[in-house]
């Protein structure tokens, strides 16, 4: 009998466990709960405040909003243009420090110095608002400039190369294709600024050495091609020349020169080579029909710009918000200096 009574150690280990477990998921379901109704506490706080100083944010904004829309409807209006190019020969970095010399140049008002590097007029160029420049970001330009690092170099270095190092390494610069946009308070100035902007990267002889080097290679690359094109398709037809005369004195019973086998792996090799040299001459042309300019250009500026919409750029956004913030900037320190004169 007494040893009935004495309970079992499992037991009672199994029992306090229990309890300690509903007890910490007691606590954290508390905690939650009490984090919930601190943040409805908070937002209800809010919502006050706003309720019994609606008025005064209210007329501030509408005083800031009116304010800003007189601004806005006596400015002149600004509009804008953008273009679309693809640099070759590593000429990225060269375009985005002319784009920005303009726009330092539209910065300190130098209207002299802006015209004759735009070749247009003083007054054109006095009118000219901004330049700015950003890469077309496709994440399968990353995936592709990876995969072609990596067939070009060393198979025994790609393994030591982390795919996302390289990603992270991947700059604005490396992208293929740029947009180009520039503000001003005149509609028809932007197709006289596309010529300009690409010769101030055409006209530099390091780029214009980089192109003849090219084209002079891609020629040299056809020409190699071609000949060796030429010279497998004469291959084939003498070897099906050879396969003819060898059916026909087969007929007449003379023994066979060449095993089937032998047949069959020559005209197929002759065949893929021939696909090959075709694959290449292709990927040859592709490359020499991109190459054609230092930068290729794939939109230009249109003829008449475009009003500038940015409702976040407007006076009437700006001043609108601004006043508003004031507004409650003053009502928070007014609030502040109350707690402090009854503060004990």
């Excluded at 937002?43 to 309720?51: A, E, S, T, Y």
């Excluded at 900037?329 to 004169?341: A, M, S, T």
């Amino acid at each position: 009998m007494s040893q009935q009574n004495i309970p079992q150690d499992g037991e009672v280990d199994l029992g306090s466990l229990f309890k300690i477990i509903g007890k910490g998921f007691q606590n954290l379901f508390n905690a939650i709960g009490r984090f919930f109704n601190g943040i409805f506490h908070y937002i209800i706080l809010g919502l006050v405040f706003v309720r019994n100083n609606a008025l005064k944010l209210g007329l501030a904004i509408f005083i800031g909003a009116l304010a800003g829309l007189f601004l806005d409807l006596t400015q002149p209006k600004q509009f804008s243009s953008t273009m679309i190019v693809e640099p070759n020969f590593k000429s990225t970095q060269q375009l985005y420090n002319n784009i920005n010399y303009y726009h330092e140049l539209v910065k300190q008002k130098d209207s002299v110095l802006l015209a004759e590097a735009l070749q247009i007029s003083v007054g054109e160029a006095s009118k000219l608002k901004g330049f700015y420049i950003e890469p077309i970001k496709n994440k399968n330009e990353k995936y592709e400039l990876y995969n072609e690092f990596a067939q070009e170099i060393d198979s025994t270095l790609v393994k030591h190369i982390n795919r996302r190092e390289f990603y992270e390494a991947f700059t604005d610069f490396d992208y293929n294709y740029h947009i180009i946009k520039v503000k001003s308070l005149s509609n028809t100035v932007f197709k006289k600024l596309s010529v300009p902007i690409i010769n101030s990267v055409e006209n530099n002889s390091y780029f214009k050495n980089q192109k003849k080097i090219n084209d002079e290679n891609l020629l040299q690359n056809e020409k190699v091609l071609l000949k060796s094109l030429q010279e497998v398709d004469t291959l084939r037809k003498i070897y099906n020349k050879v396969m003819i005369t060898e059916a026909q004195t087969q007929k007449m019973g003379t023994s066979i020169t060449l095993a089937e086998g032998a047949k069959k792996t020559s005209e197929i090799e002759l065949f893929k080579e021939s696909l090959e040299l075709n694959k290449e001459l292709i990927t040859n042309n592709t490359v020499k029909s991109k190459t054609t300019e230092i930068i290729n250009v794939v939109s230009s500026f249109s003829n008449i710009g475009e009003k500038e919409r940015d409702i976040l750029k407007k006076w009437t956004f700006i001043l609108g918000v601004g006043s508003g913030l004031v507004m409650l900037l003053f009502i928070l320190l007014n609030r502040l200096n109350k707690y402090l004169k009854e503060y004990k």
